[in-house]
């Protein structure tokens, strides 16, 4: 999440993501971002956009069943994703981290990285200008599949075994 105070009001650009593996296939950057311009409304990201980023990621990576490798974020273990889970357990299943432990997590390296490099020094004047920079920069990484490639390795998790269970 990026907060941008000043003129214009407040606002927020949040983003939900995974890094997608197979074996023998490259990796991939899957998003959703949201931006909130303050008032009324949801905020952030909530369980509908990690359910529809979900959808979207079965739909583009053909032949197979998801994998998730998550923390412990409230969205995951809300009601109604783990109903949306059970519900399509034929195609997804959620493999729990511990509850602190974002070395685990690949998403983790991609936030890291969007903010060492597309926001590190961005001065916005306005929202769409930190939304433009996210996106750009998450599109940037979509096509590095070496750096892809490293946030998976760097977890130290053994994919091909996660992705046969």
């Known amino acids: 999440m990026v907060r941008v105070p000043g003129r214009g009001g407040n606002g927020r650009v949040s983003v939900v993501g995974m890094v997608c593996y197979r074996p023998g296939w490259r990796p991939?950057?899957?998003y959703r971002a949201r931006t909130w311009r303050g008032g009324g409304g949801r905020r952030g990201i909530g369980w509908e956009?990690?359910?529809?980023?979900l959808a979207a990621a079965h739909a583009q990576l053909p032949g197979g069943r998801?994998?998730?490798v998550w923390d412990r974020v409230n969205i995951h273990r809300q009601t109604e994703m783990t109903t949306f889970l059970r519900e399509h357990a034929g195609w997804v299943s959620a493999v729990l981290l511990p509850a602190y432990a974002p070395e685990l997590n690949p998403a983790e390296g991609v936030w890291s990285q969007l903010?060492?490099?597309?926001v590190v020094n961005l001065a916005a004047r306005a929202l769409d200008e930190v939304c433009q920079a996210v996106k750009h920069g998450l599109k940037r990484m979509q096509y590095r599949p070496p750096l892809l490639l490293g946030f998976l390795a760097e977890t130290g998790l053994v994919w091909e075994e996660l992705w046969s269970t």
């Open 49 to 53: 956009d990690c359910r529809d980023l």
């Open 115 to 118: 903010k060492r490099t597309a």
């Open 28 to 30: 991939r950057l899957l």
């Open 66 to 68: 998801l994998v998730l």
